[in-house]
């Protein structure tokens, strides 16, 4: 399809080990952000890689988490050691505008719900 | 940091009833949107607002961007069945670095009886 795929869609792990969660943009799409959805809440800012720039961490809850994109695509989060708390839905949205105009212009996926038993 | 507030957090009303829910912040937003959620996908933009008073519709939606820049409402006209969802409103930080993240609001759950 032409949308922003994640994967997996669901992810059920065990307190204390790693996930990766994977995001693909839709292709083109030179803005990826990453947000998490906890039950019944909206939705938390995590990151944002704009192109080759620096990517905006200043979301990210913990330095347990962690996100990469390679080759200015696809993209991962990567949850270590993980805690019950965060257990949600992780969002991935991409945009073909960069900075403000991104704002407005944010394609989302459909999630990946991670449960931390 | 800035927070909305939105309100009501759910709604149960009869299929053909008008709709309205709405947001507010204790800081000024420069750009208003409202999403629509379904269960199991990601949130779809309904509707942008740039300007303090803009009163903006699609379809038998409607939104209007408070002259405080402080505020927001989504109005849904005639509700139908397919109206069931999370509405969120959501904006970029004031102020903060110009990457285009967005704040959002804590939901608003519709559900229409047919």
């Known amino acids: 399809g032409a949308g922003v795929s994640q994967s997996p869609s669901n992810k059920v792990t065990e307190k204390g080990k790693d996930v990766e969660l994977r995001c693909d943009p839709i292709s083109g799409h030179t803005a990826l952000y990453w947000y998490r959805q906890s039950l019944g809440q909206g939705l938390e800012f995590l990151i944002y890689f704009q192109g080759n720039s620096a990517p905006d961490k200043s979301g990210l809850p913990s330095d347990r988490f962690s996100a990469e994109r390679t080759g200015g695509s696809v993209s991962t989060l990567t949850i270590q050691r993980t805690q019950q708390e965060d257990s949600a839905v992780y969002l991935c949205?991409?945009?073909?505008?960069?900075?403000?105009?991104?704002?407005?212009?944010?394609?989302f996926g459909p999630g990946t719900r991670l449960t931390v038993l | 940091g800035q927070q909305l507030n939105q309100s009501p957090q759910s709604m149960f009303i009869q299929e053909g009833e008008d709709v309205s829910m709405n947001c507010t912040s204790s800081?000024?937003?420069?750009?208003w949107l409202w999403y629509k959620q379904d269960p199991g996908e990601g949130p779809v933009l309904l509707i942008a607002l740039y300007k303090a008073g803009e009163l903006t519709s699609n379809g038998r939606l409607t939104a209007q961007f408070g002259i405080t820049r402080k505020d927001s409402f989504l109005n849904i006209s005639a509700s139908i069945p397919s109206d069931v969802g999370i509405y969120f409103c959501?904006?970029?930080?004031?102020?903060?670095?110009?990457?285009?993240?967005?704040?959002f609001g804590q939901g608003t759950t519709l559900q229409v009886k047919p």
């Open positions: 800081s000024i937003f420069n750009t």
């Open positions: 959501a904006g970029p930080p004031f102020g903060s670095s110009n990457t285009g993240k967005l704040i």
């Open positions: 949205a991409s945009s073909s505008y960069p900075g403000a105009k991104g704002a407005d212009t944010q394609y």
